[in-house]
């Protein structure tokens, strides 16, 4: 069982910051991806960032530039800075962890951007 702890979630105004936080615990590998995806009201899950244990990182196109993913490998912790924030950043945002084949969620933190 792995277990997702998210937190920075909030209201900001377009063009402000953000910075979230998720902490592992459990059935967790040090060499588990982590990551986080988002999902606005009427659309899917999409991947926002994600982070291997070497430190390998990819970035959906949209958020390129803008946001920054890192992680703690001792703290079992991946953060994601988010700067220049869009109205269209407004999402639910979830943690991931991917290893063994399986995902792992977090319970989502709420992001809104005031236009």
């Known amino acids: 069982q792995v277990h997702l702890v998210e937190s920075g979630g909030g209201l900001v105004q377009a063009g402000g910051s953000l910075r979230l936080s998720c902490a592992a615990s459990?059935?967790?590998?040090?060499?588990?991806?982590m990551g986080w995806y988002r999902q606005a009201p009427g659309n899917q899950r999409d991947l926002v960032a994600t982070i291997t244990s070497g430190g390998s990182t990819n970035y959906a196109d949209s958020v390129k530039g803008r946001f920054t993913i890192s992680r703690d490998n001792a703290k079992n912790t991946v953060y994601l800075q988010m700067n220049s924030l869009k109205p269209e950043d407004t999402a639910v945002y979830y943690c991931?962890?991917?290893?063994?084949?399986?995902?792992?969620w977090g319970q989502g933190t709420q992001v809104t951007i005031s236009s």
């Open positions: 991931n962890v991917h290893q063994g084949g399986m995902h792992y």
């Open positions: 459990g059935s967790i590998f040090s060499f588990m991806t």
